[in-house]
C-alpha cells in the first residue's frame, strides 16, 4: 500500500496557474501509474488525468485538456499536476492515486483501477 501525499493547494484567481504536488509516504513509486482526480462540492468525483509509469503517456479529461500538464519525476518520486488559466469550475478537492495495473486512454479514468488514494488538496477559484 501506498500512502500519497497531495500539497500546493490554495486559493487562487481565475485565469492563474496552479501547480499540485503528489509523493508517496515512506515508498517510491517508480513502479506505479499515477492519476489526478477532483470532487467539486455535491458532485462524483471525475477524472482530471492519467500518467503512465514511465511518464511517457498521459491522459486528460477535457474539462482541463489543453490548459493542464501531469508530469512525474521518479528521481524526486514526485507527480505534478499543473493547471493553467484556472476556472471557477476548477473549484474542487484534488487527490492523486496510484494504480498498479496498466491502462491506456480513457481507461486509466477507471477509479477502480487505482488502490492507493491521498487525502486531497482544495484548490478554490474566485471569479
Sequence with gaps: QVQLVE??????????????SCAPSGRTFSS?????????????REAVGAISLSGGNTYY????????????????????????????EDTAVYYCAA???????LGCFDQRLYNDWGQGTQVTVSS
Design 61 to 88: 479529461a477535457d474539462s482541463v485538456k489543453g490548459r493542464s500538464t501531469i508530469s512525474r519525476d521518479n528521481a524526486k518520486n514526485t507527480v505534478y499536476l499543473q493547471i493553467n488559466s484556472l476556472k471557477p
Design 7 to 20: 500539497s500546493g493547494g490554495g486559493v487562487v484567481q481565475a485565469g492563474d496557474s496552479l501547480r499540485l
Design 99 to 105: 494504480r498498479r495495473r496498466v491502462c491506456s486512454g
Design 32 to 44: 506505479f501509474g499515477l492519476g489526478w482526480f477532483r470532487q467539486a462540492p455535491g458532485k462524483e
